[in-house]
């Protein structure tokens, strides 16, 4: 049972356009959710996160949008750049106290020059 | 600098014969645990460990043993290697904010 979904494998996307990476959740007790981002041979790298209380994040050229009530959230990257090519992956925790993160399948993200 | 080390970082070895990777880091984390990254599964969690001496199973923790005997020490350990645990493993360590991973251990059963 697939608690976080990311149901596009890969993604390209021309050089300074935007990128627009989803992920959809079921369960509803998630309250915490991250980006990561995976360069091949490297452990994967913290991007960006957000809290259930807020609807959107950003940090420089990486929005994060959530969306509760249809339990997805989005990430944005504007413009996109050759090194942002990567694997991205969502994950999503629980309530305090729950320490355990929970990860989707990952998107490939190709940047075209 | 913050930081998850493992080792070895490629490993190559024969169903059966007892091996175990190692994961140390350096800020002092309560909070680390395993995973195994495989082509369509993404990210699973083998084991986990909330302080020393406390570890719990993660969602495919079958064929594999952990331990925690000090704060920045846990290694993996897979006492009777099979060929379906050829995979590429990450060690993470978790602070207030985020989670840290090491950069990977992969291995090869044959």
């Known amino acids: 049972d697939q608690q976080v979904k990311q149901n596009s494998p890969s993604l390209s996307v021309q050089e300074g356009r935007i990128s627009i990476l989803n992920c959809d959740y079921t369960?509803?007790?998630?309250?915490?959710f991250l980006w990561y981002k995976k360069y091949p041979a490297e452990g994967p790298t913290f991007l960006i996160s957000?809290?259930?209380?807020?609807d959107k994040n950003e940090d420089g050229r990486f929005t994060v949008f959530l969306n509760k009530s249809a339990k997805h959230l989005s990430l944005h990257i504007v413009p996109s750049q050759p090194g942002d090519s990567a694997v991205y992956f969502c994950?999503?925790?629980?309530?305090?106290?729950?320490?355990?993160?929970?990860f989707g399948t990952g998107t490939r993200l190709k940047v075209l020059a | 600098e913050a930081q998850v080390t493992q080792n070895p970082r490629y490993l190559i070895t024969v169903t059966g014969k007892k091996l175990t990777v190692t994961c140390s880091q350096n800020?002092?984390?309560?909070?680390m645990s395993w995973y195994r990254q495989d082509p369509g599964l993404g990210l699973r969690q083998i084991y986990y460990?909330?302080?020393?001496?406390?570890?719990d199973k993660g969602d495919v923790p079958e064929g594999y043993k952990v331990s925690r005997k000090e704060k920045r020490n846990f290694p993996l350990i897979l006492e009777s290697p099979s060929p379906n645990q050829t995979s590429l493993y990450f060690c993470?360590?978790?602070?207030?904010?985020?989670?840290?991973f090491g950069p990977g251990t992969r291995l090869l059963v044959l």
């Open positions: 800020m002092n984390h309560e909070y």
């Open positions: 369960n509803s007790m998630f309250d915490y």
């Open positions: 994950a999503a925790s629980g309530s305090s106290g729950t320490y355990k993160y929970i």
């Open positions: 460990s909330m302080n020393v001496e406390v570890t």
């Open positions: 993470a360590s978790r602070g207030l904010e985020t989670q840290y």
């Open positions: 957000i809290s259930s209380i807020k």
